[in-house]
């Protein structure tokens, strides 16, 4: 595997290096990012590492889900439980097992995570709308508060210009089966519009795991001289059967049976958004959103062999008002943004160990400025504070409330950041930064320690476990980058020290702070193209976790990949016919929740996909093919206990990935 990871890595600088002998002077670049500042900018001013992924990209991959696009961007580590995307996480700069809390995943600026430990619904993002991914790979704390730690992914939709009219179908292994549409329009009135509606449906890879899926989207706006209004509406329905992990020998018997047979959840889904975006005076801007997210769930979830019923309910709400100036300077234009974000979640789970209710807020207020020195740097400064409220109610087994009475529940934090950005030339760029980042505690990791502690005091004589604290962190970011007409590449290092990391212990069935952690790495992503129908490129992560204080100081973070390589080529033969190939390679892993790094590792992989197309008039087909050379292997692994034995032993346990996988496609576009 590591002569694989040297062969490719050698390869990407090969072509770059290849390319910059024959480089001329380009033209300075600027490419609009909204996720730097929460405003349109140019990346060159931010001190960071973002990088965008293109509607075209999307389009070429022939991906059918968000997490088979992310997984070719260097730094970020997907976790595909059953490998259709529905029960995934994603991870930036080394976050694996608890990446939903410390990578922040939106969609035009709306937050997707969630204030419990539920994984944000990747589900309810559909491909064709997306005009591009931005991914900040760097904590931004001082924009965005809590969760983004690890680093942030934006999703921004596209807006409709002119009237567009869209059909698809496509058909694949494993009974995978979906039909989309979608109709939108631009007036010249300012009025605009899109409706979409999707119909997916798919058994999947193994036993217990259909998949029943229907998202009706409707959004609305009206853009003037001055600003702009905008409507949005979705209704989500998703139905989803769950097989469980697999123990060594069940895996080696089957890979697609089912561990648990008739495990579940159904979800329903609404959401609904208004913004505004409205000059105020000249140079001076306000914009703000109101977002109101409710989803109903029940299912059912075995553990240790039995199965659990429950219902669960969210009603997250959000307001996040901002002002943007920009003012000339002597040196260039200065943009200073002051913010506030209002959360405000309705949390609510029963099951057969109890209630959890908790009403969870968030208050917090930032300010940021980017400053040109010169006309070639420029000086980030920015601050923010943040307060967290709950309002919980835990009920053990109906013997009521379980939490001491008098337990602080309420915490605030600060963040903080400063950074440069230096244009050395029209070619390259350096960047430095420094961030505080943040995360706070969720109901759920609350719920499980009042849990504990009522068992801990029924049976264990008065044995209490103590309350997580809120995680804290200091990032320190550095990178080099450069490009030309034909070619780009960048290179960061980074070193990520938490305070009081919380980690879900399986031994302890609940989420703890493990103590201080440490993450140190450098991400390399590379781009050249020999032709102007011809595209390479190549990313290369290593990331290197370590447990820095506390019980298990020394040991290795678990499930983190020391090493991950993507490789891949887009080819456009013609106006007609395009390929895509793509090699992704991940090292070994320490199985999830193995602090003590007592078990060997979990085997790394190297697959590859490919797709094809051809387009006549209005009509394209596409092909795509994941896993090419069909090869077994597990994407998740995680400690468990084996309940078949009346000891419980700890063991591993496997989700195995599926194997070769075709999708064929047939897309209708008028326009």
């Known amino acids: 595997m590591y002569r694989i990871f040297l062969l490719l890595s050698g390869l990407s600088f090969y072509l770059l290096s290849l390319n910059t002998a024959i480089a001329e002077q380009a033209d300075k670049l600027e490419t609009v990012i909204v996720s730097a500042t929460r405003s349109n900018v140019t990346d060159l001013d931010f001190p960071g590492a973002i990088t965008v992924i293109s509607s075209e990209e999307i389009r070429m991959s022939g991906a059918s889900h968000l997490v088979e696009v992310l997984r070719s961007a260097g730094g970020v580590q997907i976790s595909d439980l059953y490998g259709d995307g529905t029960d995934a996480s994603v991870g930036i700069r080394g976050f694996s097992e608890t990446a939903q809390q410390n990578t922040l995943i939106m969609i035009d600026g709306r937050r997707l995570n ?5 994984l944000p619904d990747l589900n309810t993002i559909a491909l064709r709308n997306i005009d591009r991914i931005e991914i900040i790979k760097g904590s931004a704390g001082t924009l965005y508060g809590d969760k983004a730690v690890g680093g942030v992914i934006n999703i921004i939709t596209r807006e409709p210009e ?35 509606a999707l119909r997916h449906l798919s058994d999947n890879y193994r036993d217990n795991n ?27 329905n998703e139905d989803v059967e769950l097989p469980g992990s697999l123990f060594a020998d069940m895996l080696a018997a089957d890979r697609t049976q089912a561990l648990y047979p008739s495990d579940f959840v159904a979800t329903d889904s609404r959401i609904a958004r208004a913004g505004i975006r409205q000059e105020i005076i000249e140079g001076v801007e306000l914009q703000a959103e109101y977002t109101n997210r409710k989803s109903d769930s029940n299912g059912q979830l075995s553990s240790g062999g039995f199965p659990n019923t429950f219902i669960q309910k969210r009603k997250h709400t959000e307001f996040t008002p901002r002002l943007i100036g920009t003012f000339e300077m002597p040196a260039g234009q200065t943009l200073i943004t002051i913010g506030g974000d209002l959360f ?67 915490d605030s934090a600060n963040a903080y950041e400063g950074g440069l950005s230096y244009l050395v030339n029209d070619n390259w760029r350096v960047f430095g930064k420094v961030d505080r980042n943040f995360r706070f505690v969720t109901a759920d990791e609350y719920s499980a320690v009042a849990d504990n502690n009522f068992f801990a005091n029924l049976f264990l004589f008065g044995t209490v476990v103590p309350l997580p604290e809120t995680q804290t962190g200091l990032s320190y970011e550095s990178g080099i980058e450069w490009h030309n007409d034909s070619a ?6 980074f070193q990520l020290d938490l305070d009081n990391e919380i980690v879900f212990d399986p031994s302890l069935f609940l989420n703890t702070n493990i103590g201080d952690t440490r993450r140190r790495g450098l991400i390399f992503e590379g781009r050249y193209a020999p032709a102007q129908n011809w595209d390479i490129y190549a990313n290369y992560s290593y990331i290197d976790g370590e447990v820095t204080s506390g019980g298990f100081d020394g040991s290795d973070l678990t499930f983190l990949a020391d090493h991950s390589v993507t490789v891949g080529t887009r080819y456009r033969y013609d106006e007609r016919l395009s390929g895509y190939l793509e090699i992704i390679g991940v090292s070994d892993r320490i199985f999830g929740g193995d602090f003590a790094n007592a078990f060997e590792k979990l085997p790394g992989y190297a697959v590859a996909n490919m797709q094809m197309s051809y387009q006549y ?55």
């Open 162 to 196: 002119k009237l567009q009219v869209e059909g698809e179908m496509t058909y694949g292994s494993f009974d995978n089966r979906s039909a989309y549409a979608s109709v939108e329009n631009a007036h010249a009135n300012g009025i605009h519009y899109r409706f979409s």
């Open 114 to 118: 969630n204030a419990d430990n539920g």
């Open 344 to 410: 405000k979640t309705d949390y609510l789970i029963t099951s057969p160990f109890g209630i959890t209710d908790d009403t969870q807020s968030q208050y917090s207020a930032y300010t940021q400025g980017i400053v040109p020195l010169t006309e070639n740097l420029a000086l980030t400064l920015g601050a923010r504070h943040g307060t967290v409220q709950n309002d919980i109610m835990v009920d053990t087994l109906a013997f009521g409330r379980s939490l001491p009475a008098g337990t602080e529940l309420d």
């Open 488 to 493: 780009q590449a960048r290179l960061q290092l």
């Open 617 to 671: 008039n209005h009509f394209t087909l596409s092909l795509r093919v994941n896993n090419l050379l069909d090869k077994e292997y597990s994407d998740s692994g995680n400690i468990g206990f084996d309940f078949r034995d009346p000891m419980f032993p700890q063991v591993k346990t496997f989700f195995p990935a599926p194997e070769r996988n075709l999708l064929f496609s047939l897309r209708y576009n008028y326009q």
């Open 210 to 236: 259909e998949l029943r899926l229907t998202d009706i989207a409707a959004s609305a706006g009206y853009t003037h001289a001055s600003g702009e209004l905008f409507l949005e509406y979705q209704d989500l």
